[in-house]
């Protein structure tokens, strides 16, 4: 697209109307700015590095000590690698490194037990075939695999005790995500009880499609002397959920959660996607709790995928869309009572981007250079069309919100600036011109997009770049356009492969970039420059 109409085309999604983005509590004012073009640089989630390290520490002291008392002289050192290295991978494989809710030392000796019984019958096979002569016999393996168990119990109760004080000292910043009582009653769980090491900054309620957030709702729109400035009614008394421990349906009785020893926080409630993005900045959120609300799986998933880039953990706690059975015989975590399941994010997917920019030079390097020839004749066919200014210039939005300049042949030349920001489709403009007209069809007047190529701005694949008066308007309606902007832009991409060009979905252009960035190889880009070249027999305007 070069000038593109004067609306923009609605995405797949019904955009949010002026009501519906209406805010019951903001928890900072409204920036005058656009949203954000991109997402912020995920944090990379440091806790499960040092949560691991002072666990995986015990395990190599209790299998050192073990090795000791059985006195094998150097062979005592072949053991000790033996049952360090299989103890580690197997209580790793196993998640008992994983930080989640701090437990006991006994909660986690059956499992511990179980893989250094394991280990140690391993370490003993291994020198029975090596060393038949100095064989482990029952009595060392029942000996050294207790030491060991000992120690290691011992060691990670230590562990566990300093991690529970500095829990209480250090808590993370966590939104509660959920509507009605169940999240009122966990935030005020939560700050009750600071051993989970969770302390609540906001609960997150985005309103549903169609849903008028104006009025009704029960967070705190109260005064300085604390009455409810909605209807009147005097909340002073501290039962209201957000200043006690109770729920006020404001007619029937006080439904407390046990909680009323305690006062819970007065809380924002965030109801807008952009909220939420600001709150998890602002407040450095490292967790989300998800409590089931009636609300069904798909906008918690959309919520988590927020979340997770962000690089915050998430908690699902109860019964809900995500609930799953636990193992048999297993006592699963538990926040004072209520089942819960701790997700860390998933690693930040680190793209081979030197691989990637050496096929983008190998590729655009010598065919920039074979049709220079079909360059200068496109040139020449819009100067002798259409005048002057044969290249047209336009800002784009590139890899993390970056702007740069995009070069295409000219194939219109628009009334003013404003026209070439904020058009969005010229592709049946009368004014167009019959060279601008064979251009655009044969997407010939694309090419000089391999100059951008070379110079760094965008890529062979790639998410389409788009003008930045679009994104600020596609990002505000659709939750994971910004997401595109991870990667470098392309001049052909997934999306386009699959026929989604020129005036065509919204949303589901930004689910095949989204769907290209999470599954990225370099084969992939291979494939789809295949396939882009394929699709020029059947030439469709871009």
Not at 29 to 35: E, G, K, Q, V
Not at 40 to 67: E, H, K, M, N, Y
Not at 386 to 406: A, C, I, K, S, Y
């Amino acid at each position: 697209m070069s000038t593109e109409s004067t609306s923009v085309p609605p995405p797949s999604g019904r955009a949010r109307t002026a009501e519906q983005r209406v805010r019951r509590v903001s928890i900072a004012p409204p920036r005058r700015t656009s949203d954000r073009v991109a997402p912020q640089p995920r944090r990379t989630p440091g806790a499960p590095p040092r949560f691991g390290l002072p666990l995986i520490a015990a395990d190599w002291l209790a299998a050192l000590l073990s090795a000791a008392v059985l006195n094998y002289g150097r062979l005592g050192a072949v053991l000790a690698v033996q049952l360090i290295v299989c103890v580690t991978v197997l209580n790793a494989c196993a998640g008992l490194y994983r930080p989640g809710v701090t437990l006991s030392f006994l909660d986690r000796a059956p499992a511990l037990a179980a893989r250094i019984a394991v280990s140690w019958c391993a370490a003993a096979a291994v020198l029975a075939a090596l060393v038949p002569e100095h064989g482990l016999g029952f009595a060392d393996l029942l000996g050294g695999g207790a030491v060991q168990l000992a120690v290691a119990c011992c060691c990670r109760s230590l562990v566990h005790a300093r991690r529970r004080a500095v829990t209480r000292e250090q808590p993370r910043s966590a939104l509660v995500v959920g509507t009605g009582t169940a999240a009122r009653r966990m935030t005020a769980l939560l700050a009750q009880h600071p051993e989970y090491g969770l302390r609540p900054v906001g609960i997150a309620a985005p309103a549903a499609q169609g849903e008028d957030t104006r009025g009704g709702g029960r967070e705190a729109h109260s005064g300085r002397d604390g009455r409810d400035t909605r209807d009147g009614r005097d909340t002073r008394d501290g039962r209201d959920a957000r200043e006690g421990g109770g729920i006020r349906d404001g007619s029937g009785p006080n439904v407390t959660s046990g909680t009323s020893g305690t006062n819970a926080p007065a809380l924002p409630v965030l109801t807008s996607t952009e909220e939420i993005h600001r709150a998890v900045i602002q407040n450095g959120v490292q967790e989300a709790v998800f409590v089931d609300s009636g609300d069904g799986a798909d906008r918690s998933a959309s919520l988590v995928a927020l979340f997770h880039e962000y690089g915050c953990a998430t908690w699902f706690v109860g019964a809900g869309p995500w609930d799953t059975p636990a193992a048999p015989g297993a006592m699963p975590q538990h926040l004072w009572g209520f089942p819960c399941r701790r997700l860390e994010p998933p690693p930040p997917r680190r793209h081979d981007s030197v691989a990637k920019r050496l096929l983008d030079l190998a590729v655009a390097a010598p065919v920039l250079l074979a049709i220079s020839p079909v360059l200068l004749t496109c040139a020449l066919a819009v100067r002798l069309c259409d005048g002057p200014d044969v290249l047209f210039h336009q800002e784009r939005v590139g890899q993390n919100g970056r702007p740069f300049t995009l070069l295409k042949f000219r194939t219109l030349r628009p009334v003013d600036e404003h026209e070439a920001a904020t058009r969005w489709n010229i592709a049946n403009d009368l004014r167009m011109s019959a060279v601008g007209n064979f251009l655009r069809r044969t997407s010939m007047d694309e090419l000089p997009q391999l100059w951008n190529v070379l110079r760094g701005d965008m890529s062979l694949v790639g998410p389409r770049p788009e003008r930045p008066f679009f994104v600020a308007n596609f990002s505000k309606t659709l939750p994971g356009y910004a997401a595109r902007h991870r990667m470098p832009v392309g001049i052909t991409g997934l999306a386009q492969v699959h026929g989604l060009r020129g005036d065509t979905s919204i949303e589901d252009r930004s689910r095949f970039d989204n769907h290209y960035i999470d599954h990225w190889s370099l084969w992939q880009d291979v494939c789809i420059l295949l396939r882009t070249a394929a699709s020029l027999v059947r030439p469709a305007g871009s």
